[in-house]
């Protein structure tokens, strides 16, 4: 079992920044891919950006360029550092692991507000 734990988001003005943070605890050796996911209100839940134990990362069009994903391995945490935020950024965004055997883990969500 592995669980995760996100923090960082709040509300901030647009062209803000915020950087969210995962932690995850337990088979943590089971994990190859983490990510964040974010859902919009009224919207279904859509991937924003994923990082793989080899480190590569992959990012959805709308936030490519200012938004990065990274992971300290030491502190068994990845982030999510967005830049130049806007409206349409608004949302919970949740933590994923994937684990080797595609077992799918999920965080609680954190609440992400940009106002304009």
């Known amino acids: 079992q592995v669980q995760l734990v996100e923090s960082g988001g709040g509300l901030v003005q647009a062209g803000g920044s915020l950087r969210l943070s995962c932690a995850a605890s337990g088979s943590i050796s089971s994990i190859t891919l983490m990510g964040w996911y974010r859902q919009a209100p009224g919207k279904q839940r859509d991937l924003v950006a994923v990082i793989t134990a080899e480190n590569r990362t992959n990012y959805a069009g709308s936030v490519k360029g200012r938004f990065t994903i990274s992971r300290d391995n030491a502190k068994n945490t990845v982030y999510l550092q967005m830049n130049s935020l806007k409206p349409e950024d608004t949302g919970v965004y949740s933590c994923?692991?994937?684990?080797?055997?595609?077992?799918?883990?999920w965080g609680k969500g954190t609440l992400v507000t940009v106002s304009s």
């Open positions: 994923n692991a994937v684990s080797y055997s595609t077992v799918y883990y």
